[in-house]
């Protein structure tokens, strides 16, 4: 009776063995977003739409925590992703500094070492100026920047986005601007109202959100005059050929199984199926459309194409 007894436990224990992780029910535990900002600000603010989604609409059935781990311009938290439990029960959010960090040799990964569960729509992007200021609009700036080289300084986080977006525009313009590490959004505003730069980079909402205050919307980075903001011309009108939708992007480690990812990617898809969620998302300046990860793969290949012969120029115009 004992020795049967003893067996099926072993039978049991074997079998448990052997059945690999991704077939228990998932998840199984709190999912945990790993956010590489401070509290408060977009990237944060759109992953606590999706924690609540997920947590009130009973999408995962699993409680969600956020843990922001800001700091060098993201790459803390970006490692950490890519450094958890590829289990599916930590994911994280960025944007297209994925790229650019690895382009300028700040960290050694890129968007090729992560499983990417897909981009929750994409933000459009402007170029403000401070209503004190010395420059009215982006045109005088573009003027005084050709006749005075290096002169017009871009409140920038070296190494991401807000900084290789400018030099493209500065490029196509066929002028040279100065670039002061500065750091994330909250840094280049203060930066900016207070009248250390003259001109920065900022999401469409953010734009909005912060036109009382003082920042004056100068440059659309869009295809079209956006319908927040029908007075301010974009790159295009100024014969500057520069489109730069930013996109929100959920990441896994690398060696996600691929059933967890898919359970993840459809729980994204069902979330912003719901009008609260794509009334949100919008209210963020964001086009609430789920991108494919095949998708999103291309675009950052894309992004990585237009930043690489920037970044010798990137690094001598560090000051």
């Given amino acids: 009776m004992a020795r049967s007894f003893t067996r099926r436990v072993a039978l049991a224990c074997a079998l448990a063995l052997a059945v690999p992780a991704s077939a228990f029910a998932f998840p199984d535990q709190p999912i945990k977003i790993i956010v590489p900002t401070d509290p408060g600000g977009a990237i944060d603010g759109l992953s606590r739409i999706f924690q609540k989604a997920f947590e009130t609409g009973n999408v995962l059935n699993e409680s969600v925590v956020v843990i922001n781990m800001a700091g060098a311009g993201g790459t803390i938290g970006t490692r950490a992703i890519k450094d958890a439990e590829p289990d599916g029960h930590t994911i994280g959010l960025w944007h297209d500094g994925i790229v650019t960090s690895k382009a300028m040799g700040v960290v050694d990964f890129d968007q090729s070492d992560f499983e990417i569960i ?110 927040e ?5 974009t790159a295009k009108e100024l014969g500057l050929d520069v489109v730069v939708p930013s996109q929100r992007i959920w990441l896994a480690p690398k060696g996600t199984p691929e059933d967890r990812l898919k359970i993840l990617r459809d729980a994204f898809r069902e979330a912003m199926n719901q009008e609260e969620v794509a009334a949100q998302l919008r209210g963020f300046g964001l086009n609430p459309k789920f991108l494919e990860p095949d998708v999103v793969r291309a675009q950052l290949e894309e992004a990585l194409a237009e930043t690489l012969p920037l970044v010798p120029a990137a690094r001598k115009a560090v000051q």
Avoid: C, W
């Avoid at 290096?150 to 493209?168: E, K, Q, S, W, Y």
């Fill in 229 to 233: 903001l029908p007075d301010v011309p």
């Fill in 118 to 227: 897909g981009a929750t729509g994409f933000a459009d992007m402007g170029l403000a100026l401070s209503k004190e200021g010395r420059f009215g609009t982006f045109e005088e700036l573009l003027a005084f920047a050709k006749e005075n080289p290096d002169t017009v300084t871009v409140a920038a986080n070296i190494g991401l986005p807000v900084h290789f977006v400018p030099m493209r525009v500065a490029t196509e313009a066929g002028v040279e601007l100065r670039y002061v590490q500065v750091g994330g959004g909250a840094k280049r505003y203060q930066s900016l109202l207070g009248g250390h730069t003259d001109t920065a980079l900022f999401s469409t909402q953010e734009l909005v959100q912060f036109q009382e205050s003082g920042l004056k919307p100068a440059l659309m980075l869009t295809d079209e005059r956006v319908a």
